[in-house]
């Protein structure tokens, strides 16, 4: 009995795979036919020249324009400070609502050093120079007495000498014996002895004062260096700008050389940007710079060409030409300012020239463009010079290629301002001026 099931079971499970299979095979032929059905027949140009095709066309023209010239590089503060630690010591004081992004003034207090030794140590120095001032003194003193004793001495010798001479006399005339003689002789060497130390004394006193006055100047330079070490115990700002960096922190321990805070003016931004060797001189200094932010488009500003370096760089064939932006009053925090940091383009116009080859740069398609001639179309190459985005002639080409004189094309020509991979050399075409294009969008 199972076995017979089993033989019924097999032929309805074959059936069941068919029908599924031709399920399937119907439904991808249904499928086909539908998308054969809803295709789009592709543009076909007949190279015979069977059928027509209406192509927009643009009069190549000579005009005057002015060459572009753009480069990159990255915004600077022309003004920027660091505010480093001057002396070692300890942060005692941050002055409330000192942080980065705050506004601050040339002079204004950013954070107080604990500065006690430093007036202690002047103190000790005011001490050291008033004694030293006392000892200068007292030498004048000195010396003014020891000049009077000279003068006494002087004279206390030459009564001295005259005894001596008097009694020698009266010796050599045996009217003195020799020992008054001799007593009068040590008693004029006791005096000369005495003069002779008064008058070292007296010259000894210039050296003295030399170095008493050494010793003060050298206090007196302790005493400015510890006066100066107070008063750098005040980070002030040494400029007008936006804080940029703050790290002070009461309690903390610096060191000196140790950047604290660093202060940014916004007012002044400088961009160095390279550009093309090619275009010295083809702009000057005051010349009007376009300079854009990198990330975003919108943001733009009007600048001045305000240095050019003399000298190219030979590995990249470039120049660096500074743009000065001026941004008096503007907000730090603001989309509409120049910040430093940003990395930016820049565009330089350069000298207006007259008589260029100038078409839209949709005729141009891998380097070559399609000319009307007698009705059909011809391909010629075309060597691009250099590309403008901007409306020229009021028509709806938002770039333009200016051509070298060695693409062969002239004035007054017919080139096709669409190129497109249908058109094909010898393909006749029937014209439409590009002027009957006005008013759409390129």
Do not use: C
């Amino acid at each position: 009995m199972a076995q017979s099931k089993e033989r019924l079971r097999r032929p309805v499970a074959a059936v069941t795979r068919s029908v599924v299979a031709l399920a399937v095979v119907l439904s991808g032929v249904l499928v086909m036919w539908m998308l054969i059905a809803s295709r789009t027949e592709a543009a076909r140009v007949d190279p015979d020249g069977a059928s027509m095709v209406v192509v927009p066309v643009y009069q190549v023209e000579r005009m005057g324009v002015q060459r572009p010239w753009q480069g990159y590089g990255r915004a600077e503060a022309l003004q920027q400070a660091r505010v480093p630690a001057r002396v070692a010591s300890v942060v005692e004081a941050v002055p409330e609502g000192i942080e980065a992004g705050v506004a601050v003034k040339a002079g204004q207090l950013l954070a107080v050093l604990d500065s006690d030794d430093f007036e202690r140590q002047g103190d000790a120095e005011r001490q050291e120079i008033a004694r030293l001032d006392s000892e200068l003194d007292r030498l004048v003193i000195e010396g003014d007495r020891l000049a009077d004793r000279l003068r006494l001495l002087d004279e206390d010798l030459a009564i001295a000498q005259r005894q001596e001479d008097r009694l020698r006399d009266l010796s050599e005339r045996n009217a003195a014996n020799v020992a008054d003689v001799e007593r009068a002789e040590r008693d004029r060497l006791m005096v000369a002895r005495e003069r002779l130390a008064s008058q070292e004394g007296l010259e000894g006193l210039p050296s003295r004062r030399a170095g008493l006055e050494a010793a003060r100047e050298s206090a007196r330079a302790r005493l400015a260096l510890a006066e100066l070490s107070v008063e750098r115990s005040r980070l002030v700002s040494p400029i007008d700008g936006v804080v940029s960096m703050h790290d002070l922190e009461v309690g903390e321990s610096v060191t000196p050389g140790q950047v604290m805070a660093e202060v940014v003016d916004v007012s002044r931004i400088e961009v160095p940007v390279r550009l093309p060797a090619s275009s010295r001189g083809t702009f000057s200094l005051g010349d009007e710079a376009v300079v854009v932010a990198a990330s975003d488009a919108s943001r733009r500003w009007v600048g001045r060409i305000a240095r050019i370096n003399p000298t190219d760089d030979g590995a990249t064939r470039t120049l660096t030409a500074y743009v000065m932006v001026e941004q008096q009053g503007a907000d730090a925090s603001a989309a509409t300012t120049l910040t430093p940091g940003l990395f930016v383009s820049v565009e330089v116009p350069g000298l207006r020239t007259e008589g260029d080859l100038v078409i839209p740069r949709r005729a141009v398609r891998a380097g070559r463009v399609f000319v009307v001639e007698d009705g059909g179309l011809v391909s010629r190459a075309v060597s691009v010079r250099y590309t403008l985005k901007e409306v020229l002639a009021g028509l709806p080409f938002a770039e333009w290629v200016v051509l070298g004189e060695e693409s062969g094309l002239s004035e007054g020509e017919l080139v096709v301002s669409e190129s497109t991979a249908l058109l094909r050399d010898g393909v006749r075409v029937e014209t439409r001026a590009v002027e009957a294009l006005a008013g759409v969008e390129p």
